[in-house]
């Protein structure tokens, strides 16, 4: 009979999206004695039961900026006697998407987008001030850092030569930067081990997926302990077209539960035993 000692530590944490959840509770010093972490994600539009991941960059190093950019208000049919932010504004969104194809290098993927522009009720009122925010994206800290710093210059640059002024604010202690997801390259193989014996390596049910620029407050745990994160497949053959993750009409598939509970088991099952084991050689 296989004997396994040690402890499974099970982590309900708040605030995924967004809100940095896992960054509280590592904070908190509920995972100091832990050697490693797992945690999966399912994936509507993959096949039921299939499991998917890969070692080393796994998703992105994210964070969100808003920015405020004042102007002069005013009647629409007299520009002259106004400082038009939407203009300025206008020019801030199309000078932060040369960041990207004109700045980075093309084999080191990034992402800024601007999904938030408001100013202005009324058709023929130029307003005082518009705001706008958006995410950035990058592959390592370093890249990530640069980018903070040239939205908040192409921002305020942009700003002043339409005779503006404008605020850069950066995700704040609510909305903390999320770290670039890194699966340890030792868990890597006992991943593939281990969903292999679950699903089936032979089935070719487990596959190596690549990096995308996706975030996952799962990073924070990696920056202090060995940790993998993974995908399992949960498509539904009647949903020809399954909704995305994020939208309001997204379907979970539930016949992905006894999957994603035996991974999991097995993960840390088979772990344990393993340590166990290793512990018994020395």
Same mark, same amino acid.
């Given at each position: 009979?296989? *004997?396994?000692?040690?402890?499974?530590?099970?982590?309900?944490?708040?605030?995924?999206?967004?809100?940095?959840?896992?960054?509280?509770?590592?904070?908190?010093?509920?995972?100091? @004695?832990?050697?490693?972490?797992?945690?999966?994600?399912?994936?509507?539009?993959?096949?039921?039961?299939?499991?998917?991941? *890969?070692?080393?960059?796994?998703?992105?190093?994210?964070?969100?900026?808003?920015?405020?950019?004042?102007?002069?208000?005013?009647?629409? =049919?007299?520009?002259?006697?106004?400082?038009?932010?939407?203009?300025? =504004?206008?020019?801030?969104?199309?000078?932060?998407?040369?960041?990207?194809? *004109?700045?980075?290098? &093309?084999?080191?993927?990034?992402?800024?987008?601007?999904?938030?522009?408001?100013? +202005?009720?009324?058709?023929?009122?130029? &307003?005082?001030?518009?705001?706008?925010? +958006?995410?950035? *994206?990058?592959?390592?800290?370093?890249? !990530?850092?640069?980018?903070?710093?040239?939205?908040?210059?192409?921002?305020?640059?942009?700003?002043?030569?339409?005779?503006? @002024?404008?605020?850069?604010?950066?995700?704040?202690?609510?909305?903390?930067?999320?770290?670039?997801?890194?699966?340890?390259?030792?868990?890597?193989?006992?991943?593939?081990?281990?969903?292999?014996?679950?699903?089936?390596?032979?089935?070719?049910?487990?596959?190596?997926?690549?990096?995308?620029?996706?975030?996952?407050? !799962?990073?924070?745990?990696?920056?202090?302990?060995?940790?993998?994160?993974?995908?399992?497949?949960?498509?539904?053959?009647?949903?020809?077209?399954?909704?995305?993750?994020?939208?309001?009409?997204?379907?979970?598939?539930?016949?992905?539960?006894?999957?994603?509970?035996?991974?999991?088991?097995?993960?840390?099952?088979?772990?344990?035993?393993?340590?166990?084991?290793?512990?018994?050689?020395?």
């Amino acid at each position: 009979m296989l *004997r396994w000692q040690g402890t499974v530590v099970l982590v309900f944490q708040p605030a995924e999206e967004g809100g940095g959840g896992a960054k509280v509770m590592v904070d908190s010093g509920y995972l100091e @004695n832990v050697k490693a972490i797992f945690g999966l994600h399912v994936s509507p539009e993959r096949p039921l039961g299939q499991v998917y991941s *890969r070692s080393g960059t796994l998703m992105a190093g994210s964070g969100f900026f808003e920015a405020v950019i004042t102007g002069k208000g005013g009647h629409a =049919a007299i520009p002259q006697h106004s400082i038009d932010p939407i203009l300025a =504004a206008s020019n801030v969104v199309v000078s932060l998407q040369h960041l990207v194809s *004109r700045e980075a290098d &093309p084999l080191d993927s990034q992402v800024v987008t601007v999904a938030k522009f408001q100013g +202005g009720g009324a058709f023929n009122v130029i &307003p005082d001030a518009v705001n706008i925010g +958006g995410t950035f *994206r990058a592959f390592s800290k370093e890249t !990530f850092m640069q980018l903070k710093q040239r939205i908040e210059e192409v921002v305020v640059g942009q700003a002043t030569v339409h005779r503006c @002024n404008a605020t850069v604010e950066f995700s704040s202690k609510d909305k903390p930067f999320y770290p670039v997801t890194i699966n340890d390259a030792g868990l890597h193989k006992f991943f593939q081990k281990v969903a292999g014996s679950v699903v089936g390596q032979n089935n070719n049910n487990v596959k190596e997926m690549s990096p995308f620029t996706g975030a996952e407050d !799962f990073s924070f745990y990696q920056e202090v302990i060995p940790g993998y994160f993974y995908f399992i497949g949960m498509k539904n053959e009647k949903n020809e077209k399954p909704e995305s993750l994020h939208s309001p009409f997204f379907q979970f598939n539930e016949e992905v539960l006894p999957y994603g509970a035996a991974m999991h088991a097995s993960l840390a099952a088979t772990y344990l035993l393993e340590s166990q084991s290793h512990k018994d050689e020395l």
